[in-house]
């Protein structure tokens, strides 16, 4: 008989950071202008992901997955003139030392919980 485990990543929680890494309540983003921006491989799914939390996302910039942000790219975000700016984790770490504003800049954040299933 020969044993395994199968190892199963299931998505716990959805929530927003801010640049401190503090939680923040999602009533703070009601009736702002927000822009939502990431390089990832499926970002319709991080725009899913804002908006189940009951943020409206005014404008949405896509990326190629594993962007190199630039100065230039952060200026243009800057452009759009939203109130606030949501990002993955992933991107953030990209950005956090180029981007200024860090009052206006916010992160979402998925928790996984790991599962083990025994298999025979």
């Not at 952060?74 to 770490?93: A, G, L, M, P, R």
Request: neutral net charge.
């Amino acid at each position: 008989m020969k044993l395994g485990v199968i190892l199963m990543f299931n998505l716990k929680d959805t929530y927003l950071v801010d640049f401190q890494g503090s939680v923040m309540e999602n009533n703070f983003f009601k009736n702002k202008r927000v822009l939502a921006f990431c390089g990832i491989a499926n970002p319709y799914s991080f725009f899913e992901q804002i908006e189940s939390l009951g943020i409206k996302v005014g404008e949405r910039l896509i990326y190629s997955d594993h962007h190199n942000y630039s100065e230039k790219d952060i200026q243009f975000i800057y452009k759009n003139n939203s109130d606030f700016f949501i990002t993955t984790e992933k991107d953030f770490v990209k950005i956090k030392s180029i981007w200024k504003d860090k009052d206006k800049l916010f992160i979402l954040v998925n928790e996984y919980e790991l599962k083990e299933k025994l298999v025979i």
